[in-house]
């Protein structure tokens, strides 16, 4: 998974950084282009500066041009019919003059005279070694007859210049005359307007041309012209620069680009006398373009990287304070959800946030309210569930104690020999039978009463399946003698041998599901099977099927709630509490397993109970031992008002009382009257499992144990242990018991052979009989 810095990197650079960059990498190259031309453009205007130089030099030439016009020559003054002698001196005087006048001028090389048909009358040429003007027999250079008359008609003062006349030939002799330039000027006044002929001044061009260094001249024809040189024979510069006659087709200032980025600015700079142009070509030295191309390009770079960083520390920031807000937001609600704490959200920044802070803050101080509120609830609930627990505990044991007796009695009372008429007995059979339901229901209220605190105690141990489901069957059984129901067993060939469980949790449930089968069962079968699903969480399935009355759809559920039936005609017919199914679910859970029913009305019913294998962890961590006598999850006992007491006050009620574990009901008889005539409380149980029950339940009152012998485990538990004890044996056991060295009453009880042992037994044990009633006061 991306980090969240990574997701706002890539979103700012997709819509911040990445536009921008486009934008200038695009438009680069057109910045660069754009100044590569302006920077041309000033290149040109440099060049022609350059050139302007020259210009300036031909004005000044026309200044001496005009000067001479003014000033012709003596053979032209004096016309043709002047004295050719005096002519001659004047000319010689005149060459002297010029020779003063102009010998600086050394571009100047010659001056030609004309008269007014445009006939050379007198001509001076500059020597080329010595600098010396003097005439010579022919004029070296003859202009264009036409440029002489149009300069002879045009007006006075004005100044004619010739195309640039390109003369190799001549040039090769004398490198003034390689490429020359005629100015042409008519003579004569404004005023007279009389055309005496003109004055013509051939400048060496190329002399000048030589003064500016790097630049090439080259005619149309792409060929070489360096003054003093003979003109090449092959058009060299197009070899040279390849392209540049295309360049020179266009007839247009253009730049060459060549290898190695060399840059060549050509520039048709003069027409020659054929009509074609004279091309200067001058370097274009490209690196000050360069440098500004590769400043401009590092300076793009480093802003964009720049930009880069900045967009890096940015999405940090923003991750940074996105996260921040997170993990208090986060770590707020789970502190708020989990403590139930009112939280302070202060958070600084825009208004949206600081009003979702204060929000926060609100919600968090209600959610504690309402948890603390809810606690507080929960926690009475709790305590009132306790107390409704403990007082059911303490109400069905208390209802117990009679009951037994009245099942004692109203057995002894039905059993033949009692010396009671039969109708007698009947009644006193329905009184049992009537006392045995109650014993029933209380049984179950304390199961559920105990499974609700969370007391019972599970003892998981190895148990062997098939002889627990055969017991049931037999135990069954004689219930169906006279109804056309038919009881069957039916077991999986895989079942396991062994399953690890709670013995009786599981008989108990099974008990259940077989006793309601029975009873809603009014012919047709009810059958046992166990099954296996080996792969399954829940692998070994118990069922009770059954042939009876069935369950309707919507009564499916509410018949696992407590006192529920499925309707209330049910207890009219069938009697029974409502309480089986309530316990038989939560002792499943318990075992780690779960109940399913599926029924149909009319047709019969199917009970379920998937079981694992070996109970999950949380199952049998509830050892038997988990609610020991005095255990501190155990409720307080309770005041007959409801209210609690400590233990030590509980227990000071407590008188002496002798606990009688027996199942004949004779022998429970005639003990129960003779303790209760030797002042003693006397409470029963049937085995000692019951007995050390009991004595868990009803604290430290006990004084004596009086056991039948045969009841006795070959272990008996500590708390009995620790009391006297009165074997109850049958006469013939007589000798063998008194061995063991313990009191010993033989049955049938004799009233007085037991007040005579009492006797004894409170002396053995230092006359407890006495100090006992005083025992209770003492502890407390
Ligand atoms: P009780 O049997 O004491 O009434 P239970 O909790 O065991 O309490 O059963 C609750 C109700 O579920 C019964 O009253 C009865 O209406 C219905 N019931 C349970 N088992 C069966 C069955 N095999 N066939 C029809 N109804 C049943």
């Known amino acids: 998974m991306l980090k969240l810095r990574i997701y706002i990197l890539v979103f700012l650079l997709i819509f911040g950084l990445l536009p921008l960059s486009l934008a200038v990498l695009i438009n680069l190259p057109l910045v660069l282009d754009r100044t590569a031309l302006f920077y041309q453009r000033a290149y040109l205007q440099n060049l022609r500066a350059d050139f302007r130089d020259l210009d300036q030099h031909l004005a000044s ?27 001659d001196i004047a000319r010689a005087r005149y060459t002297t003059w010029i020779n003063q006048i102009l010998s600086d001028q050394r571009d100047v090389i010659q001056i030609l005279f004309t008269d ?14 010595t600098q010396e003007w003097r005439p010579l027999p022919q004029p070296v250079q003859l202009s264009n007859h036409h440029f002489i008359e149009a300069t002879i008609r045009a007006q006075a003062g004005g100044v004619m210049v010739s195309p640039i006349r390109l003369d190799p030939r001549r040039g090769r002799d004398d490198p003034r005359q390689f490429m020359t330039l005629d100015l042409a000027s008519p003579l004569g006044s404004e005023r007279n307007h009389s055309k005496t002929g003109a004055v013509v001044l051939t400048i060496d061009v190329g002399g000048l041309a030589q003064s500016y260094p790097h630049t090439l001249w080259v005619n149309q024809e792409g060929r070489y012209l360096r003054p003093g040189e003979p003109v090449e024979a092959q058009p060299n510069a197009f070899r040279v620069f390849p392209g540049l006659e295309s360049i020179f087709a266009e007839g247009k200032l253009a730049l060459w680009k060549g290898e190695g980025g060399r840059q060549m600015l050509w520039v048709p700079m003069f027409m020659t006398e054929d009509g074609s142009p004279l091309w200067v070509g001058r370097i274009v030295d490209p690196s000050p373009l360069d440098a500004f191309r590769n400043e401009l390009m590092l300076r793009v770079l480093s802003i964009i990287a720049l930009l880069f960083m900045a967009v890096m520390v940015l999405a940090r920031w923003i991750a940074a304070r996105v996260e921040q807000f997170g993990h208090e937001l986060l770590g707020g609600v789970r502190r708020i959800l989990s403590e139930g704490q009112p939280l302070q959200f202060s958070w600084s920044g825009p208004r949206e946030l600081q009003e979702l802070g204060e929000q926060l803050t609100t919600l968090a101080a209600t959610h504690a309210e309402h948890l603390q509120a809810v606690r507080a609830h929960t926690h009475e609930l709790e305590q009132s569930n306790r107390y409704k627990s403990q007082f059911l505990a303490n109400v069905s044991h208390e209802l117990r104690t009679p009951l037994n007796s009245i099942l004692l009695l109203s057995k002894m009372l039905s059993a033949e020999g009692s010396g009671l008429s039969p109708a007698q007995r009947r009644q006193a059979q329905v009184i049992h039978e009537a006392g045995r339901d109650l014993c029933d229901m209380i049984d179950n209220i304390l199961d559920i009463s105990r499974i609700e605190a969370g007391q019972l105690a599970l003892n998981i141990e190895p148990v062997e399946l098939c002889p627990l489901l055969e017991d049931l069957i037999e135990l069954f059984s004689p219930q169906l003698a006279d109804k056309p129901v038919e009881l069957i067993l039916r077991l999986d060939p895989n079942l396991p041998d062994l399953i690890e469980t709670d013995r009786d949790k599981l008989r108990q449930i099974l008990k259940n599901f077989l006793s309601n089968a029975i009873k809603f069962t009014e012919r047709g079968e009810v059958r046992l099977e166990a099954s296996l699903f080996p792969g399954m969480p829940k692998p070994l399935v118990l069922s009770v099927i059954d042939t009876g009355i069935g369950i309707p759809r919507d009564k499916q559920e509410i018949i696992f709630e407590a006192f529920r039936q499925a309707d209330g005609s049910t207890r009219r017919r069938y009697g029974g509490t409502g309480l089986g199914l309530a316990i038989s679910r939560e002792l499943a859970n318990l075992l780690g397993g779960v109940i399913e029913v599926e029924s149909t009305p009319g047709t019969g019913s199917c009970f379920a109970l998937w079981l694992p294998l070996v109970p999950s962890a949380s199952a049998s961590a509830l050892p038997s031992t988990a609610m020991p006598p005095g255990n501190d999850q155990a409720p307080e006992p309770l005041d007959s008002d409801g209210t609690c ?77 620790h009391l006297p004890l009165v074997l109850l044996v049958e006469a013939e056991d007589n000798r063998q018991i008194s061995v063991m060295g313990m009191w010993v009453l033989s049955k049938p009880i004799d009233p007085i052979a037991l007040e005579l ?21 003492d502890e407390s």
């Open 61 to 87: 030439r026309h200044e001496l041009i005009r000067f001479l016009a003014k000033l012709p020559e003596p053979g032209l003054l004096l016309g043709a019919h002047g004295d050719l002698e005096q002519i």
């Open 116 to 129: 007014a048909q445009g006939q050379a009358r007198f001509w001076l040429v500059r020597d080329a070694r």
């Open 645 to 721: 007491l400590p233990l030590a006050l509980a227990s000071e009620r407590d008188a002496p009382w002798a606990l009688v574990i027996e199942r004949d009901v004779k022998t429970l008889v005639t003990l129960t009257s003779a303790l209760s005539q030797a002042g003693m409380g006397v409470q029963t149980a049937a085995d000692f499992d019951e007995a050390s029950e009991t004595l868990r339940e009803e604290g430290q009152g006990c004084a004596l144990v009086l056991a039948a012998a045969q009841l006795l485990p070959e272990q008996p538990a500590a708390a009995i242990q």
């Open 757 to 777: 042992l009492l006797g004894q037994v409170w002396q053995r044990l230092g006359n407890r009989r006495k100090s006992i009633p005083e025992r209770g006061t």
